[in-house]
């Protein structure tokens, strides 16, 4: 016989009010975790299985890191979810990633886009500041997680640019709290499709970082210790708010705190995903947000990320046990704690009196009402191998990636009108794949018998210690002085055309000084750069965070501040345009 909370024609309350009176504390408590899982060679990469995490802990919360076919995605999903099917309550597993679509590739953060149409990054996207190309990549990254059954985007990252030393930057819509408030509603509409609220054919977004993860003290992360704090010397806390209200207007129904502690403000001086004050005081009381809130990966507990062991990244709450941390993530208000799989310490919490199970049941119903909305417990259990093949990277997907990487870079110098190329030039490459620059011109090995060079280059960072935090692009973004000698030397040698990746704000003002022209690119491959170089498309971006002219000027600025440099090297907004372009790209004043 089927209970009242297995028939889809009841509303998403009347099935909730059905199935969790009938759950027992260990099958509320699974549900308040949330782990990564693997595919293929490595299904463990936390050291346990989805299949142990289900059994052992009840759990049905996980996140996909790494990239297989289509088909075996598919079939993962469908694998755990016949497991789930099993259980006493048969309820669904809905799985999560982080971004998928572009060119970044770090376990932590991003992966690249394999089997996936690839994009460029956010970053790219702010610079077309395009709502409509916004919205058609969310529609696309729509259809191709739904295929292989992803059903929680852990993005959009919605933080601001403010501190250009910041590792995170690449993920962002950059520095402007307007344009990332833009970009970010029509995303979640994307994601959401067609309708006013999700439904099963909908990615649910995960908006992170609660409250803006941008101005952190010397511009280190919080995933490690030297980076716990958050800082806002300009009293610009609300400025970097404005993006979220944004997301929840747009629909967003999941929310994830960052890592850092605020320093120096009214709230407390706790890691986020610990702060009563910021989720439950601004986020849910004076924000109005009733939604998911999911804390960011392995707050409770040390262990090993790649391999390496890591301390909890409990900032703030250190001296605390991980059931003591844990219990204050509940009573701050977050439903679901990321990166961990110990619900024995929620079980004896509640068992030994110090955490209510009506507690529980509050995010235990917001966790299930989402898993009904998007179709979980009915047709979208489920997903179909076959299609997903077809589906995933699908060509008119790959197609418009690819011209949406075109029209991301961004022309920042051109001098004596060297670009668009024509005919077929001599060209000297560094940085670029040969076998396809071979197609669009006659290529030698030295500079001085080139009619041009073209010199890919990437944001400069410090290189850090530690596998997993060798991911994380930080420090100083100017070359240092072997580098820069080497590129100058080039640039004097003969006229370049220097395609810089921004991952962050560089400090390049000898290179923009003395190269021929200059793009920055947000991830586009050598087809993508070359196709604009030779004028078969035109760079239409423009700068989603100023360029600054100095480390000097870096360091004196405040992180929490938006466009602080008086005299930027390009500001906030820069491109030009070919001159034989007769519509400009939507964006801001050159």
Sequence with gaps: MKHLYQDPSRSVPERVADLLPGMTLEEKAGLLFHHAIGIGANPAPVGLTAEQMMSDHLMSHFNLLGAGTPRQMAELHNRLQEQAAATRLGIPVTLSTDPRHAFTDNPGTA??????????????????????????????????????????????????????????????????????????????????????????????????????????KDGEDPHFPYGREQVYPGGFFDYHLKPFKAALAAGATQVMPYYGM??????????????????????REKL???????????????????????????????????????????????????????????????????????????????????????????????????????????????????????????????????????????LYLEGVDPAVAAEYADLVDDPTEADLAVLRLNTPYEPRPGLFESFFHAGRLDFDNHSLKQILALLDRVPTVVALHLERPAVIPEIAE????????????????????????????????????????????????????????????????????????PGHAS
């Excluded at 605020?262 to 986020?283: A, D, K, M, Q, R």
């Design 111 to 216: 992966m690249m886009a394999g089997p996936f149409s690839q994009w460029p990054e956010t970053l790219g996207l702010a610079a077309t500041d395009d709502l409509d190309l916004v919205r058609q990549y969310g529609d696309t990254v729509r259809r191709e997680y739904v295929a292989v059954g992803l059903r929680v985007a852990l993005h959009p990252q919605i933080d601001l640019a403010t501190e250009p030393r910041w590792a995170r930057i690449s993920g962002t819509f950059g520095e402007d709290a307007d344009l990332t408030s833009r970009m970010a509603a029509a995303y979640i509409e994307g994601l959401r499709g067609p309708g006013e609220q999700l439904g099963p054919d909908s990615v649910a977004a995960m908006v992170k970082h609660f409250p803006g993860g941008g101005p952190q």
């Design 262 to 283: 605020p320093i120096g403000t009214e709230y407390e001086e706790v890691g986020f995903g610990f702060n009563h004050s910021i989720i439950t005081g601004l986020l």
């Design 288 to 426: 109005g947000f009733d939604g998911i809130v999911c804390t960011d990966w392995g707050l409770l507990t040390d262990g090993p990320i790649m391999g390496e062991m890591h301390a909890a990244r409990a900032w703030g709450v250190e001296h605390l046990t991980p059931d003591e941390r844990a219990l204050k993530v509940l009573h701050a208000g977050a439903d679901q704690i990321g990166g961990e799989a110990c619900p024995e310490l929620i079980i004896a919490l509640v068992r030994d009196g110090l955490l209510t199970e009506s507690r529980l049941d509050v995010s235990v119903t917001r966790l299930l009402a989402e898993k009904f909305r998007l179709g979980l417990f009915d047709d979208r259990r489920y997903v179909d191998a076959d299609a997903a093949e077809d589906i995933v990277g699908r060509a008119d997907f790959r197609a418009a990636g690819e011209k949406a990487q075109r029209r991301s870079l961004t022309l920042l110098e051109n001098r004596a009108t060297v670009l668009p190329l024509s005919g077929r030039p001599r």
């Design 514 to 585: 003395r190269c021929a022209a200059l793009l920055a690119a947000y991830g586009a491959d050598d087809r993508a750069l070359l196709d604009v170089l030779f004028g078969r498309a035109a760079p239409q971006g423009t700068l989603p965070f100023p360029l600054p002219r100095s480390m000097t000027e870096v360091a004196a600025g405040r992180p929490d501040v938006p466009q602080e440099s008086p005299d930027p090297l390009y500001a906030l907004g820069h491109g030009l345009r070919y001159a034989a372009q007769t519509t400009a790209a």
